[in-house]
């Protein structure tokens, strides 16, 4: 799914990220660990193309990102990659129904207001698809934004930091919930967290150092 | 979920902001369009009551106040002018048409005009009901002065002295309404049409009061040339070699629009400001929702938006301030000429007439709004989606 080497990211005259070689599984379920500043967000970022790296080769679905221009490479991103953010990050003027269906939209997709009920319903969120997200919980809120990543069946799930600012239970309760929906719809699945409550609750694991030399 | 749904949800979260961008465009547009409406209007009407009238001939005096009270009936006569000189002139071999007026009454402030058949004729007029005058003291009303007043065929009203009616009234010279004419849409609509005799008949005992009982008078007469050459030597020869006076309605509409053109130059360039104003008004607004709104667009970029589309969305939001705004400007701008055609204006202006000028407003709204888009729209282009995420995490 996920095929990588020789990758290198920098930012002016600093290595934000110097990864020689990575590869995901279709299917797997990897937690990329490491601590605050050593990248994890960024290589979720190149592996999303929403970051060109400096150097080195990455694969996507049997794409290489390099070889898309910018259109095609958003239009990819928002087909088969689904993107579940930290901060849930939903658009505070549309409900909770129109959240998800933006997701098609944006990706030049047709409308489906039923995968969008469908996937409420499998979430606990049947009762709350006409709220506003001011109007949720932080819980649903977040389970609403993994609905939203998962809209467009994509064969990878992207998750940066998704047990932050939750409790224990709810941290596990997340993890395991990203976990089992991937599986079921089909997606690989990448978790960038620094939470050591789910270090072991995945698969696959990816330490990324500190700081890069 | 399209873009335009989108703005619309935007919108539809902060309408105070949205609402007073789209009343500056409203009212830049609106100001413009009623300027252009009222000068499209008057210069209609302008060429529509002088169409056939080649000269007016009075009393000497202003050429303009001679056209305005003789042909838009809007101004005081000049004086008035001997009969017998009028109907020398009639015959004059270079005159095809000589229609006599006799101004000096009216009635609720419709002025009453002796003249004859070929007056009404001139304007295309019919009668709605009833007959012409043939007696003295017997009057056709045109079509708004009969409604207005509400008057019937066989009803009598009495005539005041003076164009607007403020003198004393003609209490022993009533006259009685014999017919009313169909609306025209020109000025003899707002007249009241009675033989020259009748105004005779009123002022008769002015005359008899008078020393010496001057000769017969008219006010002005209406003059159609025989051939175009008659432009050239006509009006000179009236001028000079008689106690008369010629004007020519096109050449007094002609300066009088010149002077006009000047006085609306510079309210359409008030207007302009405020256009540019309102443009301001969608930076502003633009440049302030793209702030709020940057994760949000960076989330859209993360979904799958192309640059072009979340340009597009910042775009649709001015374009589509600037064309409401238009819109909405362009129709208080009818309502408004409607409104001021019914109360002070009737028949000069009303909310039914279009100008050309108005799709150059709307194109020129469009501009403006696209121009204030440009700059924000280009920042949500340029936006580091990946900086604007990392940025507002936890």
């Known amino acids: 799914m996920i095929s990588i080497s020789g990758l290198r990211l920098r930012y002016g005259d600093t290595w934000a990220l110097d990864l020689a070689e990575w590869r995901v599984g279709v299917g797997e379920r990897w937690l990329l660990t490491g601590p605050s500043g050593s990248g994890k967000s960024t290589l979720l970022h190149v592996v999303a193309g929403l970051l060109r790296p400096t150097e080195g080769r990455i694969e996507v679905d049997g794409q290489d990102l390099a070889g898309l221009d910018a259109a095609a490479l958003d239009r990819f991103r928002g087909r088969r990659i689904g993107l579940a953010f930290q901060g849930h990050h939903l658009l505070a003027p549309l409900s ?3 959240n998800l269906q933006l997701a098609p939209a944006m990706a030049g997709l047709p ?13 606990g969120l049947a009762d709350r698809a006409g709220a506003k997200p001011h109007e949720l919980s932080q819980g649903q809120a977040q389970r609403v934004a993994l609905a939203r990543a998962l809209m467009n069946r994509p064969a990878l799930l992207l998750a940066d930091e998704p047990t932050a600012n939750l409790d224990d239970e709810q941290a596990l309760a997340a993890v395991d919930l990203l976990a089992k929906t991937a599986r079921d719809n089909g997606a690989t699945l990448v978790i960038a967290s620094h939470d050591g409550r789910i270090r072991d609750r995945l698969d696959r694991r990816l330490d ?6 | 979920m399209t873009l335009f749904g989108l703005m619309l949800a935007y919108w539809r979260a902060k309408p105070l902001a949205v609402a007073l961008t789209l009343a500056s465009f409203a009212l830049g547009i609106g100001t413009i369009a009623l300027l252009l409406i009222g000068a499209a209007s008057l210069e209609r009407a302008a060429t529509r009551e002088a169409k056939g009238i ?12 001679l056209v305005l009270s003789s042909v838009f009936h ?18 004059h071999p270079m005159v095809r048409k000589a229609i006599p007026l006799a101004l000096g009454d009216s009635v609720d402030g419709h002025r009453i005009v002796g003249t004859t058949e070929a007056y009404p004729a001139h304007y295309g007029a019919r009668l709605a009901e009833g007959r012409y005058w043939r007696e003295p003291l017997e009057a056709v009303l045109g079509a708004a002065v009969a409604r207005h007043d509400d008057a019937k065929v066989g009803e009598k009203f009495v005539g005041a002295h003076g164009i607007v009616g403020s003198g004393p009234a003609h209490a022993d010279h009533p006259y009685s309404v014999v017919g009313i004419l169909a609306p025209t849409g020109t000025v003899i609509d707002r007249l009241v049409l009675t033989g020259v005799e009748s105004v005779w008949a009123v002022h008769a ?5 008078a020393a010496t009982p001057g000769p017969r008078e008219i006010t002005a007469l209406l003059i159609a040339y025989r051939s175009p050459l008659a432009a050239a ?20 509409m002609a300066r009088l629009f010149a002077v006009f053109g000047v006085a609306l130059d510079v309210l359409r360039a008030f207007a302009g400001a405020l256009i540019l104003g309102a443009g301001l008004g969608v930076f502003a607004t633009l440049s302030a929702a793209l702030e709020a709104r940057r994760l949000d667009l960076a989330v859209l970029r993360a979904l799958g938006a192309t640059r072009g589309r979340v340009f597009g969305l910042v775009a649709l939001e001015g374009f589509a301030c600037a064309l409401i705004g238009a819109l909405v400007g362009l129709a208080l701008a009818h309502l408004a000429a409607e409104i001021v055609g019914r109360t002070v204006a009737e028949g000069l202006i009303g909310g039914a007439t279009w100008v050309e000028g108005e799709l150059w407003l709307i194109a020129l709204a469009l501009g403006v709004g696209a121009g204030a888009a440009l700059v924000p729209a280009l920042r949500a282009y340029r936006a580091d989606v990946a900086a604007t995420l990392a940025q507002r995490r936890g």
């Open chain 2, 205 to 209: 005992e002015h005359q008899t009061q």
């Open chain 1, 96 to 98: 909770v129904l129109d």
């Open chain 1, 111 to 123: 409308a489906d207001r039923a995968r969008a009920l469908e996937l409420l319903r499998v979430l």
């Open chain 2, 233 to 252: 030597t006509l009006p000179r020869e009236i001028n000079t070699r008689s106690a008369l006076q010629a004007a020519s309605p096109a050449y007094e």
């Open chain 1, 208 to 213: 990324l150092p500190g700081r890069w030399p």
């Open chain 2, 74 to 91: 809007v101004d005081v006569p000049t004086g008035n002018i001997p009969l017998e000189e009028a109907e020398r002139l009639s015959r």
């Open chain 2, 54 to 65: 080649d000269l007016v001939v009075g009393a000497k005096g202003s050429p303009f106040q």
